[in-house]
Nanobody, 124 residues
Framework: QVQLVESGGGLAQAGGSLRLSCASS????????MGWFRRAPGKEREFVAG????????TYADSVKGRFTVSRDNAKNMVYLQMNSLQPEDTATYYC?????????????????WGQGTQVTVSS
């Protein structure tokens, strides 16, 4: 069983930045593709960003491309989401996800493991 713990959420103004972190308990962290999803009130969960096992490749939802950056530190079992130019529509609970599947499949199939989520609220 893998535990994922997110941190770094909070309140930001439109145009501001936040950095989310996710700590993984996985023994074989480098075996997992990692990603971020979010769920806004009244909406379904949606894919935000994903990163390959070695960190060399990443993919983003169109809505965050150019504003958000996903990264990972395999030495620390950590994955990050740097969020810049935040907008009120980015308000959501953000979830870290881990999968032993593919980066390409992550947006569609989601994670094998999920964190508990961290709230991001962006005010206008």
């Amino acid at each position: 069983q893998v535990q994922l713990v997110e941190s770094g959420g909070g309140l930001a103004q439109a145009g501001g930045s936040l950095r989310l972190s996710c700590a993984s308990s996985a023994r074989s962290f480098t075996s997992a593709v990692m990603g971020w999803f979010r769920r806004a009130p009244g909406k379904e969960r949606e894919f935000v960003a994903g990163i390959s096992r070695d960190g060399a490749n990443s993919t983003y939802a169109d809505s965050v491309k150019g504003r958000f950056t996903v990264s990972r530190d395999n030495a620390k079992n950590m994955v990050y989401l740097q969020m810049n130019s935040l907008q009120p529509e980015d308000t959501a609970t953000y979830y870290c996800a881990s999968t032993y599947g593919t980066l390409r499949g992550l947006p569609k199939f989601g994670g094998d493991y999920w964190g508990q989520g961290t709230q991001v609220t962006v005010s206008s």
